[in-house]
T-cell receptor, first 111, second 116 residues
Framework: SAVISQKPSRDICQRGTSLTIQCQVDSQVTMMFWYRQQPGQSLTLIATANQGSEATYESGFVIDKFPISRPNLTFSTLTVSNMSPEDSSIYLC????????FGQGTRLTVV | AQKVTQAQTEISVVEKEDVTLDCVYETRDTTYYLFWYKQPPSGELVFLIRRNSFDEQNEISGRYSWNFQKSTSSFNFTITASQVVDSAVYFCALSESSLRDYKLSFGAGTTVTVRA
């Protein structure tokens, strides 16, 4: 099983600012995924990040709002841009095909 | 269309009772994977089990057991002799081979509260 480290674990941000979340995997993986979990809701996939190519975004999510980097096979970042209170959620990264292990999540509150 | 249905929103039991969480899925793939995760109040998602579509053998791990029935497209999860530490939100998820990146579709989750 992969060990996935995500940081920050939580943050409180002012509206209009941006936050970058980092996800580090202890082994090389082809696929990394970013999910959003709004309060009291299930997880929704934001995008799939492959090394060396543009991220693939799900319906309702756009690159300008959630830019993603994937510089190598063990690391990815998700930026939440121009934040509003509606962006308050837990953001989770996941790694690997089929294995689907998750980082501990980033609990974001936008005020 | 919802691919994973967890019809039970909340379940409350007294410690030592058994609790069964239902999960019904929908897919046209012959190869797929089913998962259960536990999310305690701290928020992290804890992997519990992965089952592939070709393995219908039921599994037991300590107080946890899983019943996979392809005929009814169900993958139910039972906690035996529940404990307060089992209180959490439990998610069932599906990963389909037809989706190139095997991304997960999650059910809505079932909140389990175990009372002392």
């Amino acid at each position: 099983s992969a060990v996935i480290s995500q940081k920050p674990s939580r943050d409180i941000c002012q509206r209009g600012t941006s936050l970058t979340i980092q996800c580090q995997v202890d082994s090389q993986v082809t696929m990394m995924f970013w999910y959003r979990q709004q309060p009291g809701q299930s997880l929704t996939l934001i995008a799939t990040a492959n090394q060396g190519s543009e991220a693939t975004y799900e319906s309702g999510f756009v690159i300008d709002k959630f830019p993603i980097s994937r510089p190598n096979l063990t690391f990815s970042t998700l930026t939440v841009s121009n934040m509003s209170p509606e962006d308050s959620s837990i953001y989770l990264c996941s790694a690997g095909q089929v294995e689907a292990f998750f980082g501990q999540g980033t609990r974001l509150t936008v005020v | 269309a919802q691919k994973v249905t967890q019809a039970q929103t909340e379940i409350s039991v007294v410690e030592k009772e058994d609790v069964t969480l239902d999960c019904v899925y929908e897919t046209r793939d012959t190869t797929y994977y089913l998962f259960w995760y536990k999310q305690p109040p701290s928020g992290e998602l804890v992997f519990l089990i992965r089952r592939n579509s070709f393995d219908e053998q039921n599994e037991i791990s300590g107080r946890y057991s899983w019943n996979f029935q392809k005929s009814t497209s169900s993958f139910n999860f039972t906690i035996t002799a529940s404990q307060v530490v089992d209180s959490a939100v439990y998610f069932c998820a599906l990963s389909e081979s037809s989706l190139r990146d095997y991304k997960l579709s999650f059910g809505a989750g079932t909140t389990v509260t175990v009372r002392a």
